[in-house]
């Protein structure tokens, strides 16, 4: 079996399931995912190996009007990677109308199209005319990233369009991004998830503390801020009694845990930044360079 080997950037509207699918194949979470849109800020660098074929996945913004300098900037992010790459998965979402408008973006590209959320699809010959509109663009997979479902099948068809080559890294690696990035991405996530409607895309999460010192004992030591920009939106992070914050750091905890394979002592701290969402030296030091 000829072996392929390449880049795949992941890249859609936001929600559509990127990152979802992103932790599926990897088989552990590296991304941030909420049922809120714009989870994922920047890029982040996944790798999937199978027999055959290693695909160095990019998980990318959501494409959409950028609203504010951060919004920019995830756009921004999601443009540069898809003309870095061999081979762009456009993730859409089975239970949306056809986008024409990213259709006209994507068309003459090399694309597969990943017709994602079809176990939410009621009735089955509505995914029919959706293939036949998406297949202008490109070869078109039903799948579900939560399941897994049809995403053995969206591996062959990348194998079809990634170049022949040798492995372009180890076969029990499944990310090039840092630790702390990951975990500081996973904090992210379960702040989304912990508050709800109640906190908007306002918080970064930086890590201050990512001490290894104890981990051949089994143990990892981390401390991290979570960085909004008003008052108001610290007392909602740290929760009456300190509930919230709580909850957030042990839902966190259990992620990294099963990332690092290791006990971690996670300590979180809340800080307010007023406007940091629009400032440019602040957007660089938390991870949203200028592109």
Known sequence: ????????????????GKSTLLNQLVGVSIAAVSPKPQTTRTRVMGIVTVPGLQAVLVDTPGLHGPRSELNRRMVAAAEGAMSEVDLLCWIVDATRPWDEELAARFLGRKVVVALN???????????????????TVGVVVPISAKSGEGTRELLTEWAKHLPEGEALYGDDQVTDAPEKEICAELIREQVFRACGQEIPYVA????????????????????ARIIIEKPSQKAIVIGAGGKMIKRIGSLARKQIEALLGVRVHLQLFVAVEPDWTTNPRLLRDFGYPEK
């Not at 699809?121 to 297949?135: D, H, S």
């Not at 970064?204 to 001490?211: K, L, P, R, T």
């Not at 051949?216 to 030591?221: F, I, L, Q, T």
Request: no cysteine.
């Open 117 to 135: 959320k079809i176990d939410a699809v009621r009735e089955k010959g509505k995914l029919l005319p959706l293939m036949a509109q998406y297949g």
């Open 204 to 223: 970064a999460v930086e890590i201050e503390q990512f001490d290894e010192s104890g981990r051949a004992e089994g143990r990892v030591v981390i401390h």
């Open 1 to 16: 079996m000829n072996n392929h080997a390449g880049t795949v950037a992941l890249v859609g509207r936001p929600n559509a």
